[in-house]
């Protein structure tokens, strides 16, 4: 079951098409790092800097060409408690808050860096459909809650002309995205559309919010600045210090794994093309180390502008990295004119990316997919919105691991028979672990049952411990009723791990008459049996 992003050229990229991409990704990357920024309580060009130092690491040495990082709101949520806590150990009133960030950043980007090391990034492949459609759906909602925002003025909703002038921005913009692609695709239709909207208010003095306006209200000065320097950061290096990072290093690092896994895995399905979770870790990781180092806010995957990357043309490195070089050069050279940019085109093309990122496919299956599935994606997207990707994540990849403990614990079934010698088997089916022990012990009738019994697991495994701990209580109450219990047809992995439940729990496999493996013993015991 595929996505269904009709929207998506799977076409293969060019030069051209990750120049122009690039650029459009550096254009909406703008107002999504002040944001960004206002939420974690820090300056506008720390936003900005850490979406060009995301954005041009992960590019570089990303394990998913065409994906884009820079700052998250998942994470900024996660920076403002630090952030005030740090503020609180400042002496004299300074702001120590960043540095505590910076220092959280370089601890995460560790974590992560390890984190792909060691290979840890194929992990994502436990994340089930049902969790991926519920992280697009709920992704899709918070990226259209937050542009909600963009119809506010000093906190206040616009209102009379204003509102209509925006409304009608928004669906100019959304108009030339839709429309063009049907005539030429030469060009990015969301780059036509934020230069097309550019230009009329321009020529046509049209009052409206604009980035520039949009900075001053959240308390900015602009977005000219130089180029990011070197400091480390400047806080007591102590264990108070690390008690206070690690647990924000921890939660910063899980989000931004999570986050950039789950869009790396959207992007593979959008392109029918396959990158590197490991990579991705590891320049993730190495991106938020050199944020900490040069003053940016972290972040990781964002999957609003990898829409509309991937909408754009962009397939390649070069995309990504024209899209942080160009943030870099409006932040040096261009601020004037970035800061002119009308809101309402920025808003028209993360609406549309909205449009393309929720899974409209959700409502056509819901009939035709298991109930639990269809519960799990609705518990992710309700999650994501209420709460977090990560919580959403770990939330919805738990229900779905008990649901299927649950439906295996069921299917374990047991055939009886009884040969000519009187020997009573039982042939078991299915998988015996914790979820199904109960059920494999009601199968038996100790009471009723023959001197001699044999458990054959031909067509079943031994799965963990508690299977094993099922086997031995039952093995004692057959001792106990004075009768002969015999496993056959073992796997070889099987018996290992029988053998090395031996030092945990009472079992013996070898020295114990009436308790062994018994592969190739059901000859002998037969010759017993006629003797």
């Known amino acids: 079951m595929k996505f269904e992003f009709s929207f998506i050229d799977k076409k293969q990229g060019s030069i051209k098409d990750d120049i122009l991409s690039g650029l459009t990704v550096s254009l909406a990357l703008v107002p999504e790092a002040v944001a960004f920024a206002f939420v974690a309580g820090v300056s506008p060009v720390v936003g900005l800097y850490g979406a060009f130092m995301m954005g041009l690491i992960t590019s570089i040495f990303g394990g998913r060409p065409g994906m884009i990082s820079g700052a998250t709101g998942a994470m900024a949520v996660v920076m403002v408690s630090l952030i005030q806590q740090g503020n609180a150990l400042g002496q004299n009133g300074e702001s120590a808050g960043l540095q505590y960030l910076f ?19 194929k992990f994502i492949r436990l994340v089930p459909h049902s969790v991926m459609m519920g992280f697009v759906n709920g992704l899709a909602i918070v990226i259209f809650l937050s542009q909600l925002n963009m119809f506010k003025s000093g906190g206040e909703w616009l209102s009379g002309t204003s509102m209509y002038i925006m409304l009608a921005l928004v669906a100019t913009t959304m108009a030339i995205m839709y429309l063009l692609p049907k005539l030429s695709k030469a060009i990015p239709a969301a780059l036509v559309g934020i230069l097309v909207v550019t230009a009329v208010v321009i020529f046509g003095h049209i009052e409206t919010e604009t ?70 870790c590891v320049a993730q990781g190495a991106a938020n180390i050199v944020n900490g180092f040069f003053g940016g806010m972290g972040g990781c995957a964002m999957i609003g502008q990898s829409i509309i990357n991937i909408k754009s043309g962009g397939r ?19 601020s004037t004119y970035i800061e002119m940019i009308p809101i309402a085109a920025l808003v028209g093309v993360m609406f549309m990316v909205v449009i393309g990122t929720f899974a409209w496919s959700s409502f056509k299956i819901i009939n035709k997919i298991p109930v639990a599935d269809l519960l799990v994606i ?63 012990q009601s199968k038996f009738d100790i009471h009723n049952d023959p001197d001699e019994v044999i458990i054959d697991f031909k067509e079943s495994r031994i799965m963990d411990q508690s299977a094993i701990e099922a086997i031995n209580k039952l093995t004692e109450r057959y001792q106990k009723a004075g009768k002969t219990i015999h496993l056959r047809h073992l796997s070889r992995d099987c018996i290992k791990l029988v053998k090395k439940a031996e030092k945990i729990c009472v079992v013996n496999v070898l020295e114990d008459p009436n308790y062994f493996v018994a592969i190739d013993n059901y000859n002998k015991l037969l010759k017993q049996k006629q003797g």
């Open 211 to 280: 980035v520039k306006s949009f900075i001053l209200s959240g308390g900015g000065t602009g977005i000219k600045a130089g180029l990011p320097n070197f400091n480390v950061p400047i806080i007591p290096f102590n264990l108070e210090t690390f008690k206070l990072i690690l647990p924000f290093s921890l939660i910063l690092a899980a989000v931004g794994l999570i986050e950039s896994l789950m869009t790396l895995s959207l992007v593979d399905e959008l392109t029918e093309t396959r990158g590197s979770g490991n990579r991705e």
């Open 316 to 334: 390649g490195r070069l995309s990504g990295i024209v899209a942080a070089l160009s943030l870099l050069a409006f932040i040096l050279f261009a």
């Open 103 to 121: 220092a959280a950043l370089i601890l995460a980007g560790i974590i992560q860096f390890l984190f792909g090391v060691f290979k840890l990034g």
């Open 378 to 440: 609705i518990l992710v997207t309700t999650l994501t919105v209420i709460f977090d990707l990560a919580i959403a994540v770990i939330a919805g990849v738990i229900v779905s691991a008990l649901v299927f403990a649950w439906e295996n614990a069921t299917r374990i079934r047991a055939r009886k028979k009884i040969d000519e010698h009187g020997i009573k088997h039982y042939e078991i089916f299915g998988p015996l672990f914790f979820g199904s022990t109960a059920l494999f």
